[in-house]
Structures are given as structure tokens and as C-alpha cells.
């Protein structure tokens, strides 16, 4: 059992915080991605539980034990980094095996978890190998090798795909996502690549300047953001979002439309619609088309609604060109909401 | 603007300088070249030619091994022992200046402190006093402390010498490990000192062997604290001072020879590591 609770942890470097009381919950066994962009605390929330980093307040429990004043080593952790860091002066055999040397294990024992986890990562050819001999991809997979040989309760990784070329990360991916869960560990991922985070994630947390603003599952994150952050950061392309005014019959009046509103909501709110849940039908939102990018399947076209930017997903057997003007009508069911003020989402 | 202008306005690329260019980028090769080599090459002539020879005029420019002129040197009254000396205070020099230099490069490199730029400014700073200023305090210092005239008091000179370039050397071998390393040690199951003996120690092993031999090349090379802190126990260096000065010309090679040569091989050996002190990733 590895659950992980994080209570409370806050991080200052000067004055500048880059971690703001951060709560969370990682159930045992669960892929947990955590997705921002560059300078959002997301490394910084990770090398905390590593024990790479102190924090400057809170608790951080694994497994049902504090361990934020431990050392890296007692933590049950093993951890993959962004530059792979495969020790240069050993063999890939000696690399995977390091952790279980200081380990103290019986050699017949280590090697036969090098063997295993080099055969599950497809590297058994190349444990004689040193690290300035291997590609990019394979120095990967001795990193994620080493990490698992220890069989830890957590694995915790960092950016592991982001310096590898696109097919080979595509490749890794799906790897990754296999062997870590036969390895029934407790795992915690760091991207900035939305398509990596709901690929692999069962849930994602979505962190913004220092704080979790949405902690669930792929699926949900995309449909129901609670803040317009995660709209306008998940999705490619992503949500598109509008001015509303409460009108005096109760409805709310958007862009020359009037649509039904959350009953909650105050005057003001903003209208928010993913591009691909958008259909060409009278009455809609009237758009000028300004670019068309047929993209095969779709075609992306970005246009101009009351002198915003506006995007629409729409199907590709259809001819629209430059300047056409469109109707374009919100599916009533995947419509949002959001306070302007505090930009949280509003039922 | 037009064509014409924007092409005339180009810069010359470095590969089409003139002739003249070409001429003044070689006469400074050769210039500087010789300025380091002839020397060396009149000294290596001169000590592997007979005594005679030496003396001689015209110059043939060719050595004819003969090896008296060196026989005589080293059958010279004290050489051999002013010799040990020497070896024994580099000796002490590269592991005293290693053993402070070293674990200061890694803070410098690891760790980051109040006063950091102030104190490389410092260790940087402790060349910038003369040694004939600092020689006489020290030496009237070490006489009440009975340091005098002995190996390590020397070394313990040397030493401050030594030290702004083991810092300097070793913080860049340091900072070229990367910090990833150490934490993937730690994550592994290392103490901190673990990670060190194990990962950063084997990569940075051959930087600190060359910071250490340059450090003994330097004591080796001293001339000026070793002939004041020194009466009985003479490096090679004060030793040669003292007595060459009323020796034989060809004895004069033979002495400067012995001093040049090894310091020669040991830089030579060391030098990329030389590149690396100023952050030249030039190998």
C-alpha cells in the first residue's frame, strides 16, 4: 500500500513562492500526471516527494508515513529524470543493478531483477553497453529499468519523455503506460504535453501558478473544467469563451444569442465552448470565417464572433472559404460557464 | 534599399581574408611559437652537448648527446638530495592544496551560500599580494613557530599558491557533473557522501589527478619562498639559485634542463584540463 497524502505543502524560494498550500490525495496504484505549464510548481511538487527538494511548510505522507523530513533513500521511491541522468562511468547492467547493491541483495537475486526489468524494457542486448554508447530512447529505458529493478512503492517521474523525438516518445507512451501498470506501483508524472497527461493519467491534476486548480480524470478535466484555466490550457485548439449578460427573462444573452444559463450565476458570466461542439445550423452564432486549415478528418476553422477569436471543429465535407459568413449553434449540453471574477466554473 | 547597397555592406567572411591577413595570422603563429620553443630548444641543445661544445662558436644548433655536462650535475654536492627536497614539498603541495581545494570546488559548484561571490573573488585574491611582500613576515613567523627550513612550512607556502587554481580547477570539474547524478544516487538509496564516493568521485578522478599534478609543477617551479624559507633543506629550485650562479655555463643547462623538463611533461599532460580552469570546453 502506497497511497500518498500531501497536506498543506508550500514552497518559498526568496520572496518568490512557487508552491501555494498545495492538498492532495494519490490513491495507491494510481497514475497521477501532474500537468502545467513551465514555472507552474509541478517539478517543484515532485522533487518534495522525492525529498529532493524541503518544504517550506506541510506534511507529505507515503504509505501511511510522514516522510518530509527523510532523506530521498527512505522515502520507498525511485525516480526517472528529465535528462535520463544514466550514470556514465557504469555498464547498463551495473546502472540497474546500482540501487540494489546499496540495497545490500544477494547478487543471484540482482541480477535476476536487472535481467527482468532490462527484458521488460527490451534493453537485455545492451547491458554490457556504457551510457555514451546508447541513443537517446535507450538511455531512457535503462532510466525507467533502473527505477522499476527497485521495485519501489512510488515511482516518480520527471518530463521522462519530453527529449525524445515525437515518434519515438508516441512509442514510449503506450510502453510506459503497459509496463507501469503491470508494475502496480504508485506513479507521479510531471509533463507540460496535455496529449501525454490524458494518454497516461488516471487522474490529472492541473496546476497554475502554484496551485492545483483541478484534480480528476482525463475525461472529466476535458468536459468540466472548474476553472477557465484548465478550458483555455487543455484542448488543442483550445475552448473558446465569450461574453454573457443575464437578461431580464432569466436567460443569458451571448453574442447576439440568448441561451439557458446556470441558475446561480450572477449578471455577468462568460460562455465557454469546445470548438468541436460546435454545428453549422440557423440561428447560431454568427461568425466571419477567417482561416481554414483542412486537417483531414476536420477542418479547423478560425473566425471572428463580435470581434473575438472564435474556433470551430466542424466536419471537412464541408466548403466554407475565407470571409463566408456562418451560423454556428452550441450543442446545449457541452456549454460552460465561468465567474468572471474568480474565472471558477458555475452550474 | 536596394541590392546593390545591402551586398557591399556585407562583411567579409573570416575564410576570404586577404593575402596580408593570411601573413599576419601565420608571422604571429610562428612569432609566438618561437617565443615559447627556442628557449626550450637552446636548453635542451646546450645540456645534451659536451662542455666544449657549449662554449663553442659557430653554434652547430644539433646536440651530440653527450651526456657529461648532465653526469656532472647530478654528481654535483647536494643536487640529489636538493632534488628529494623538491619532490617531497610538491608531494605535500598537491595533497594539501587538493585536500583544501577540492572539497571548496564542490561547495562552490553544489551549494548555494551567503558570500559565494565574495569568496571566489577571494580565493582569486590571495594571488593578487606579491610573494616577496608576504615572504619576510612569513619567514620571521615561521621562525618562532620553528617552521623554518622544513619541508612543510615550504608546502604550506606553496600551498597558498596552489589553492585559487585547485579551487578554480576543480569547481569547473565539479559543475560539469550534473547535479542529476548525485540526486538519482540519492533516490537510488546514497547518502550523500555514498553519491559521492560512488558516482561523482570516479567521474571527476582524472580532473583532480591533472589539478594535482598542477599544483606540484607549481611547488616544483618555486623559486622565491623557497630560497628565503630554506637554508639547509633547499629545493632544487633555491638550490640552483644559489650555486649556479657561480658554476659552469654547460652546468647551468644541465640545472635549468632538470627543472624545465618535468614541469614540461606534467602540464603537457594535464593541459586540457588547463582549458577547463577557464571554462573552455576545448579538448
Known amino acids: 500500500m502506497a497511497e ?24 495507491d496504484q494510481e497514475f497521477m500526471v501532474l500537468l502545467g505549464a513551465s514555472g507552474c510548481g509541478k517539478t517543484t511538487l515532485l522533487r518534495i516527494i522525492a525529498g529532493l527538494e524541503s518544504p517550506t511548510q506541510g506534511e507529505v505522507w507515503i ?7 527523510l532523506p530521498p533513500r527512505e522515502r520507498g521511491i525511485a525516480m526517472v529524470f528529465q535528462n535520463y541522468a544514466v550514470f556514465p562511468h557504469l555498464t547498463v547492467y551495473e546502472n540497474i543493478a546500482f540501487g540494489l547493491r546499496m540495497k545490500k541483495l544477494p547478487q543471484a537475486e540482482v541480477d535476476t531483477r536487472v535481467k527482468r526489468t532490462a527484458e521488460l524494457m527490451h534493453i537485455e542486448q545492451l547491458l554490457k553497453r556504457y551510457s555514451g554508447q546508447l541513443s537517446g530512447g535507450q538511455r531512457q529505458r535503462v532510466a525507467v529499468a533502473r527505477a522499476l529493478a527497485m521495485e519501489p512503492d512510488v515511482i516518480l517521474m520527471d518530463e521522462p519523455l519530453s527529449n525524445l523525438d515525437a515518434l519515438l516518445r508516441l512509442e514510449m507512451r503506450a510502453e510506459l503506460k503497459g509496463v507501469l501498470a503491470n508494475s502496480k506501483t504508485t506513479t507521479i508524472y510531471v509533463t507540460h504535453d496535455q496529449v501525454e497527461a490524458m494518454s ?12 492545483i486548480v483541478q484534480a ?39 453574442a447576439g444569442i440568448a441561451l439557458d444559463g446556470p441558475s446561480q450565476g450572477g449578471a455577468k458570466l462568460e460562455f465557454a465552448i469546445r470548438p468541436e461542439d460546435l454545428t453549422i445550423a440557423a440561428g447560431g452564432l454568427k461568425a466571419t470565417a477567417r482561416v481554414i486549415e483542412p486537417l483531414g478528418a476536420h477542418t479547423l476553422v478560425t473566425s471572428e464572433v463580435d470581434g473575438k477569436l472564435f474556433r470551430a471543429v466542424l466536419d471537412s465535407d464541408l466548403k466554407v472559404a475565407p470571409g463566408d459568413e456562418l451560423s454556428l449553434v452550441p450543442k446545449p449540453d457541452r456549454v460552460r460557464w465561468f465567474d468572471l471574477e474568480t474565472s471558477k466554473a458555475v452550474n | 534599399m536596394s541590392g546593390a547597397v545591402a551586398t557591399a555592406d556585407k562583411p567579409r567572411a573570416v575564410s576570404d581574408i586577404g593575402s596580408a ?32 661544445q657549449v662554449t663553442a662558436f659557430p653554434k ?26 623538491s ?4 608531494v605535500l603541495t ?9 572539497p571548496a570546488g564542490y561547495a562552490l559548484s553544489r551549494f548555494e551560500f551567503p558570500g559565494k561571490a565574495t569568496f571566489r573573488m577571494l580565493v582569486l585574491m590571495t594571488r593578487a599580494f606579491p610573494l616577496p611582500l608576504l615572504a619576510l613576515p612569513i619567514a620571521v613567523m615561521f621562525i618562532r613557530i620553528g617552521l623554518d627550513d622544513t619541508p612543510i612550512g615550504l608546502a604550506l607556502v606553496h600551498t597558498t599558491l596552489a589553492i585559487p587554481f585547485a579551487v578554480l580547477i576543480t569547481f569547473s570539474i565539479f559543475s560539469g557533473i550534473p547535479l542529476e547524478l548525485e540526486e538519482a544516487a540519492w533516490t537510488l538509496g546514497c547518502n550523500r557522501l555514498q553519491a559521492f564516493h560512488k558516482v561523482v568521485l570516479p567521474l571527476v578522478l582524472p580532473g583532480i589527478t591533472a589539478s594535482a599534478i598542477f599544483a606540484f609543477t607549481i611547488s616544483w617551479n618555486e623559486v622565491f619562498a623557497a630560497s628565503v624559507l630554506t637554508v639547509q633543506n633547499r629545493t632544487l629550485t633555491a638550490f640552483l639559485l644559489q650555486s649556479l650562479s657561480v658554476s659552469p655555463l654547460h652546468l647551468r643547462f644541465a640545472g635549468g634542463a632538470a627543472l624545465v623538463i618535468p614541469a614540461l611533461i606534467f602540464i603537457f599532460a594535464v593541459r586540457k584540463y588547463m582549458f577547463a580552469m577557464w571554462g573552455i570546453a576545448n579538448r
Open chain 1, 63 to 69: 504509505g501511511g508515513k510522514r516522510v518530509d523530513q
Open chain 2, 60 to 85: 652547430t644548433g644539433v646536440p651530440s648527446f653527450d651526456m657529461g655536462s648532465i653526469q656532472f650535475f647530478l654528481s654535483f654536492e647536494g643536487v640529489l638530495k636538493a632534488l628529494w627536497n
Open chain 1, 200 to 211: 497516461l493519467a488516471d487522474r490529472i491534476s492541473v496546476m497554475n501558478g502554484g496551485h
Open chain 2, 94 to 102: 598537491m595533497i594539501l592544496s587538493i585536500a583544501i581545494g577540492a
Open chain 1, 216 to 254: 480528476a480524470s482525463p475525461v472529466e478535466v476535458y468536459r468540466n473544467p472548474a476553472a477557465r484555466f484548465v478550458g483555455s490550457f487543455i484542448g488543442n485548439p483550445p475552448m473558446n469563451f465569450l461574453p454573457a449578460t443575464r437578461n431580464g427573462d432569466g436567460r443569458y444573452h451571448v
Open chain 2, 87 to 90: 619532490v617531497l614539498v610538491a
Open chain 1, 4 to 27: 500518498i497524502l500531501i497536506k498543506g505543502v508550500a514552497k518559498s524560494f526568496g520572496s518568490f513562492t512557487a508552491l501555494h498550500s498545495i492538498d492532495l490525495t494519490i490513491a
Open chain 2, 21 to 52: 591577413g593570411k601573413f599576419l595570422f601565420w608571422a604571429g603563429v610562428v612569432l609566438l611559437c618561437a617565443w615559447v620553443l627556442v628557449p626550450i630548444y637552446l636548453l635542451a641543445v646546450n645540456t645534451l652537448s659536451s662542455p666544449q
